[in-house]
């Protein structure tokens, strides 16, 4: 049995309900002096042998590993770093070389804009009249068909929380002959995933949101391990060749996950994210997700009883849903001001939503027992009206 | 007239002669204050509010502009984050769209491996014929032809030092209707750049060199002023797009430099630069060059006359180096184990080069003396012959 909540493991501010773990986990007690250690003791007094010393041209593989702990990846089978939308580019470039005779990229209209510019992007690079796709997420299963060369889909719907189906959704994928990505940003350390028994090629993630990395966090990459050895990286930084300090004039991939490594690994960050995966240690992710599906269930109960402007967006069913709830208000962004000045952290998602993410390494019932009662107070009595919370920030 | 040497904002082992800011800058004495600030006070305390109250979102941006300052980018005209080999497949992909009627990208044999491999990348992925050149350095000027699409130099080569003449084969280039590229990797806080009056058409650079940024901390890139609205990113993520958070179907680039951002920046990494950046204000680099050139000079003649069994492996006319000066020898990786284990700190590269790098910031003329004695005696007694010194690391 797990021991939950970890609350004492985080810094929360005083009186704060933080329910946007789904967008930027919290800060971990333990990350100031982890990144003090590696400033001070490392960079500062190690300086260029700190890569031997404090093993730095080792930690994205082993914060990787942790990961993989999390997502059913076996050891060996993710590598860390760069962002999510790069992570994003380089599965879908790796995907198409694997299905040359296909024009299609199939994703759906609710996946996260960012993938979807990039495989944009992507498509414009090669420039050889590959197609994306994005139909509604209810009509992507019927929407697999010979035509296509990649699914790439982000599991759980970041406006709505909807999940998508992952063993189904790969199943149709690999039937009709394509490649199968999918985007855990709303999934690694949210919600139980099985990676290998998955049988998808490629996942990708983040790790600043349930997994608490830190504003900037690298993000992941997973290749399924029969394709290691073959998989074509397309962005082919040194830190991906079998030799990079032989300084080879080609390149020539590592035989392992590492070749979908890039570039110099932002070792700061690493760190504080490999201090924040230690909080994982020992955790069970279907306990997390039992512990998810109580408060969630408790939120919408609780909201739905006294906030009856608000509209439930996200599926009611729980296993429907991931770790996340969403109300549309006509008024959301004011509305999310609000809460937030009244110390409930959410946040907007345009055009109309308000979303509130369950994290029960740090959350109880009590919390949103607490947290219902200050939505309720801000809706009951139209405090989002007040001028003050009707201007937009530049980040929204 | 600039405060020179800048030693006392630094934070340097005690007795230890530091020759590889060319590789790792060090340690900035207020980087780890800062760092806590950014943990602590930031996200701790803000958590997702602080990319609108600590000014997250527009921290790139600003880092950018201080880059800028000291390579000759007007204010906008630099993006930075991810890491440098990103920044490489962005510049030569938006390049290549600028030229789709030739094949040929230009590059030279002592160009950064990573850069080629990241231009072997891309050419896999475009797939229609593209071709990577690498004439030996000295022969590039006459390899420009019309054939050429693009060419991508490292304006100083990481192993010798050499330099290249920025403005006469941006000339050359753009006299053979070519686009131009200069990694700075090598230049950025180590010679006088000015790219505006180079009329490159990109640059690219790294920032924890001599910079002073970090392991791992973010690369830039510049865009020519005129070119910034029609530039195209290739690597289009969300950051790059022109309201990031309306949340848009189709990737719309921002009309300003930002367009080469991708995915979410790594704070606390760019928090750490921005602050090693603060140790430039009212630093002259006509100055530091003056300083670099009187440091490497000194290097040379005491290096020369003290060990014999070493060869100059650098230009010796100084106006042809960067900052540094490398040296070959037989055993270079066994004798720069020895130097490191005699508190003179330079780096080998592969196959038989010892790098040592001036950096005037923090390094004085009294320094390359103690440095010289040092060395002379690891190569006077044999030092470097101990079987300890024998073993390579895993990152040499």
Same mark, same amino acid.
């Given at each position: 049995?797990? &021991? ?35 400033? &001070? ?6 300086? #260029? ?17 942790r ?9 060996? *089978?993710? +590598? *860390?770093?760069?962002?999510?939308? $790069? ?9 198409l ?21 990039m495989?944009e ?8 009249g590959?197609?994306?796709? *994005? ?18 889909? /982000? ?15 790969? =199943? ?8 199968? $990505? ?17 049988e ?6 983040? /790790? ?15 290749? =399924?391990?029969?394709?290691?050895? *073959? ?11 079998? +030799? ?16 979908? =490594?890039?570039? /110099? ?11 924040a ?14 512990a ?23 599926? =009611? &069913? ?9 109300? +549309?208000? &006509? ?11 009244h %110390?409930? #952290? ?17 959350l109880?019932? %009590?919390?949103?027992?607490? +947290? ?6 801000v ?18």
């Open positions: 049995m797990t &021991d939950l909540p970890k609350k004492e493991l985080f810094s929360l501010p005083e009186g704060v309900i933080y329910l946007d773990g789904n967008s930027l986990g919290p800060l971990p007690r333990k990350a100031r002096a982890r990144a003090a250690q590696v400033i &001070d003791a490392e960079w500062g007094q190690e300086l #260029i042998k700190a890569w031997n010393t404090a093993d730095w041209i080792g930690l994205p593989k082993q914060v990787g590993d990961i993989g702990g999390l997502v059913g990846a076996p050891e060996g *089978t993710i +590598a *860390t770093g760069d962002t999510l939308s $790069i992570k994003v580019y380089q599965a879908l470039a790796a995907a070389k694997m299905r040359l005779d296909r024009k299609v990229i199939l994703s759906d209209s609710g996946n996260f804009p960012s993938d979807l510019y495989a992007g992507l498509i414009e690079t090669i420039d050889k590959l197609e994306l796709r *994005t139909p509604a997420p209810e009509a992507v299963l019927e929407a697999i068909t010979d035509e296509v060369a990649v699914v790439m889909l /982000t599991q759980v719907d970041y406006r709505t929380g909807r999940m998508h189906d992952m063993q189904a959704l790969t =199943r149709a994928a690999h039937a009709a002959g394509a490649v199968m $990505i999918w985007d855990l940003a709303h999934s690694a350390g949210a919600v139980p995933v099985d990676l290998m028994a998955s998808a090629e490629f996942a990708v993630g983040c /790790t600043y949101k349930y997994l608490n990395g830190g504003p900037g966090a690298p993000a992941f990459i997973y290749v =399924r391990p029969d394709l290691i050895e *073959t998989v074509e990286p397309a962005l082919s930084g040194w830190m991906g060749h079998d +030799a990079p300090f032989a300084m080879e004039r080609h390149y020539r991939p590592a035989m392992t996950t590492e070749r979908l =490594r890039i570039g /110099t690994p932002p070792i700061v960050q690493l760190s504080i994210l490999e201090e995966m230690n909080i994982w240690e020992g955790v069970d992710m279907a306990e997390i997700r039992a998810s599906i109580e408060l969630s269930e408790l939120f919408i109960r609780e909201i739905e009883a006294r906030c009856p402007d608000l509209t439930l967006a996200s599926p =009611r &069913d729980p296993q429907q849903r991931g770790s996340q709830v969403s109300f +549309a208000f &006509d008024n959301s962004y004011p509305a999310m001001q609000a809460l937030i000045a %110390d409930v #952290i959410g946040d907007f998602r345009a055009p109309d939503i308000m979303r509130f993410g369950f994290t029960p390494l740090y109880d019932a %009590d919390d949103i027992r607490v +947290a219902a009662g200050r939505i309720e107070r809706f009951r009595d139209g405090l989002w009206r007040d001028p003050a919370y009707q201007t937009r920030s530049r980040v929204t």
